[in-house]
């Protein structure tokens, strides 16, 4: 293949994934009528690394479908601060929609993806162990029939860390 050829072919591949938030129950109706289990998980996924892999790998294992919901930049603003996020919500639904395990990807611009949870109602909620069973998604989750999947974090792999490994190294001075 061209390098042309991919650079044109790319984004539509990416849009494929892609679904609006008013269109989730519909694809999640339309995906328990094939009797496919659904895995979600969420987050900002700002400055994707291997730790992110991970967490979604796992869901990925878990289910016939995995659906990734990302906070908006506003969203990711109110709960990071406004210094982040550091990619933008287009760039980080290009990056997510290129991993060939998530199956679909949307965006939400609440506080938390309770709402969107409800509309989902996944089989399966994947979870990185700092948020925990208690999480705010638990109570949607468990109502819709779900269960929580908790993910044990990769050490030293983190966003922050990775941002205070940047400011802290040599070549930041």
């Known amino acids: 293949m ?3 050829q991919f650079k044109d072919e790319w984004p539509i591949y ?3 994934k892609l679904v ?3 269109k989730l129950k519909e694809l999640s109706d339309h995906i328990r009528r094939k009797n496919k289990t659904i895995a979600t998980v969420n987050g900002s996924f700002d400055l994707l690394h291997s730790g992110h892999l991970h ?3 796992e869901g990925a294992c878990l289910c016939d479908v995995l659906i990734v919901a990302l906070n908006t930049d506003d969203s990711v603003a109110r709960y990071k601060g406004d210094k982040r996020p550091i990619i933008t919500l287009q760039h980080r639904l290009q ?3 290129a991993i060939g395990f998530v199956d679909y990807v949307t965006w939400f611009s609440d506080d938390d993806p309770r709402k969107i949870l409800a509309d989902i109602r996944p089989n399966v909620h994947v979870n990185g162990s700092e948020w925990g069973e208690n999480c705010i998604e638990a109570s949607v989750v468990k109502a819709g029939g779900g269960k929580l999947h908790i993910v044990q974090l990769v050490e030293g792999l983190s966003t922050s860390k990775i941002i205070k490994k940047i400011k802290d190294s040599p070549c930041a001075k």
């Open 14 to 16: 990416s849009q494929q």
């Open 95 to 97: 990056m997510m929609t």
């Open 55 to 57: 967490i979604l790998f």
């Open 20 to 22: 609006p938030s008013h």
């Open 2 to 4: 061209e390098e042309t």
